[in-house]
């Protein structure tokens, strides 16, 4: 099986601007969770989807929003770039509702100028 | 709320020798735990977890955790450390939050392997 891919890998924006990642999960898993990594915060947790619906959130502003297709799929978005949110954005996928072990994608490096 | 402690931010340790890097957690409940390894530039591979049953877990290269709950602790150990072990380790805790996936991490420990 295919593991979680994310794309693109790297990606450089400038503040203000707004950005979209998106994370393709393992085949069958429902389920899509997002989590920032920085130096200085270390890795934190975004928000999770489950069925195309955003079912656990973090402790994040509004500009940080995610979606999830019927596929599973899912994107993230971050509007209003600021430098802070430069960081490596990682996507894991897991099985289904309850509790299960999440698997991570490789990332993508965000960097705002 | 949950939380995670990783005491010791960077470990050195020689090829060969045993290694034990410690993870302390906080959580109102039965607590799930892992512990993930992330190499540079990469994503996180899952080395063990617990659930429930046996406290003694087993994990990928060798490695293996044990959980003790009355010292709320989840600490991972292997018996001989190679080379390629040399990377960055993060402890996490989950659990059935109304239904949903969402792990805590602690603050990760740097593993430096001297040849």
């Known amino acids: 099986k295919a593991g979680v891919t994310q794309t693109p890998r790297y990606l450089i924006k400038t503040r203000g601007q707004q950005v979209t990642l998106s994370c393709s999960p393992i085949?069958?898993?429902?389920?899509v969770s997002w989590y920032q990594q920085t130096p200085g915060q270390g890795l934190q947790f975004l928000f999770e989807y489950f069925s195309e619906t955003q079912r656990n959130k973090g402790n994040f502003p509004g500009r940080f929003s995610g979606r999830q297709f019927s596929n599973s799929r899912s994107e993230m978005n971050v509007s209003t770039l600021e430098l802070g949110d430069s960081a490596l954005y990682l996507c894991a996928s897991s099985l289904q509702g309850g509790y299960n072990e999440q698997f991570f994608g490789p990332g993508t490096r965000l960097t705002v100028l | 709320a949950q939380s995670v402690t990783q005491p010791d931010i960077h470990i050195t340790v020689s090829e060969g020798a045993s290694l034990e890097l410690r993870c302390n957690y906080s959580y109102g409940a039965t607590p799930y735990l892992f512990w993930y390894v992330q190499s540079p530039g990469q994503g996180l591979q899952l080395l063990l977890k617990y659930f429930s049953g046996d406290t003694l877990v087993q994990g990928i290269k060798g490695f293996e955790a044990e959980f003790k709950r009355s010292q709320s602790s989840f600490n991972l150990r292997k018996p001989s450390v190679h080379w390629s072990d040399a990377a960055e380790y993060f402890c996490?805790?989950?659990?059935?939050?109304?239904?949903?996936?969402?792990?805590?991490f602690g603050t990760g420990t740097q593993l430096k392997v001297e040849l």
């Open positions: 085949s069958g898993h429902r389920s």
């Open positions: 996490a805790v989950g659990g059935d939050t109304g239904g949903g996936n969402k792990l805590t």
